[in-house]
């Protein structure tokens, strides 16, 4: 029978290997983001039926667009919310404008297409829903990156809480959430960042994250590094945390 994943943010970096992943392993895909170009070629490179869907996620519309463009469609049993961006700068400094831009993709997007094809999942007692966080969404706080920490911690939070609920409701969907350290990506050209430690590389993320989802991991950490980073960063004094946080941050600001 033919299954199909639908992957935001599929232009470039995690979303892109995804997709690639998700082809190796039979899947045709659904590939969304604003560059269309970019999509037609990883299309044309798949193995597997690839469709290309142009959307700005960052507008509630375009959101509601690729919702009823695919809803009736059986075959989609993955979703993966992938599309997302950062920003690094001091809050004060940082545009309001582009503050509200991710708002409006990492977190507004990701709650929408997570409500109604959760609901579509269920009603079919089957599916796979990957929300990508990210290591900042298991921290504290994110000095010098403030708002985009805020967003990952709103995505982690939601994606927990939902799959707790599927538990109590004996739902056989699986929601989870991917938390990666640094990824070598667009994501820091696009943030204004320089990474001050090396990340791993996209596809290592992708094959790791889209294997622990179909294992029915619930929190997704590629790397021993990075997950005993986010251990120690819950037993040191949040305000010690915060210092060392801010060291850390104000290195990646170009
Ligand atoms: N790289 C890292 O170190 C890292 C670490 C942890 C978590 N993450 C998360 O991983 C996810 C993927 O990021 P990446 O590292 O792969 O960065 P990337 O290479 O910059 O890819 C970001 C993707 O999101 C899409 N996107 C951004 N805004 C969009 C919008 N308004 N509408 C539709 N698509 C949009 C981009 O497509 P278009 O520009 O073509 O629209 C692109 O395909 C993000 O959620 C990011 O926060 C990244």
Redesign the pocket.
Same mark, same amino acid.
């Given at each position: 029978m033919k299954k199909t994943a639908l992957i935001?943010?599929?232009? !470039?970096?995690?979303?892109r290997q995804m997709a690639i992943d998700l082809d190796l392993r039979g899947f045709d895909t659904i590939l969304?983001?604003?560059?269309e170009d970019?999509l037609k070629k990883l299309a044309s490179e798949l193995r597997h039926n690839a469709e290309v869907f142009e959307?700005?996620?960052?507008q509630k519309e375009e959101c509601l667009r690729l919702y009823e463009a695919f809803k009736d469609r059986e075959d989609i049993i993955v979703l993966i919310n992938?599309?997302?961006?950062?920003q690094v700068g001091f809050f004060d400094e940082t545009p309001l404008d582009r503050d509200l831009d991710m708002l409006d993709?990492?977190v507004r997007s990701v709650h929408i297409l997570t409500k109604l094809f959760l609901r579509d999942f269920m009603a079919r007692d089957k599916g796979y829903i990957l929300n990508?966080a !990210?290591?900042a969404g298991l921290l504290p706080a994110g000095p010098m990156m403030s708002t985009y920490y805020a967003t990952k911690a709103y995505v982690k939070s939601l994606t927990l809480a939902i799959n707790e609920e599927l538990s109590q409701k004996k739902s056989k969907v699986w929601v989870c959430a991917l938390c990666?350290?640094?990824?070598d990506?667009?994501?820091n050209e696009?943030a204004d960042a320089s990474f001050s430690i090396s990340?791993i590389s996209?596809e290592y993320c992708a094959k790791y994250a889209i294997r622990k989802m179909f294992e029915r991991e619930l929190v997704i950490v590629p790397g021993a590094g990075i997950k005993a980073g986010v251990a120690a960063s819950r037993i040191i004094p949040t305000r010690l945390y915060l210092k060392a946080a801010n060291s850390f941050q104000t290195k990646k600001v170009k």
């Open positions: 935001t943010g599929a232009s !470039s970096g995690i979303g969304v983001a604003r560059r970019r959307c700005d996620l960052s992938n599309a997302g961006f950062g993709t990492n990508v !990210s290591t990666p350290g640094p990824v990506t667009e994501f696009v990340g996209a």
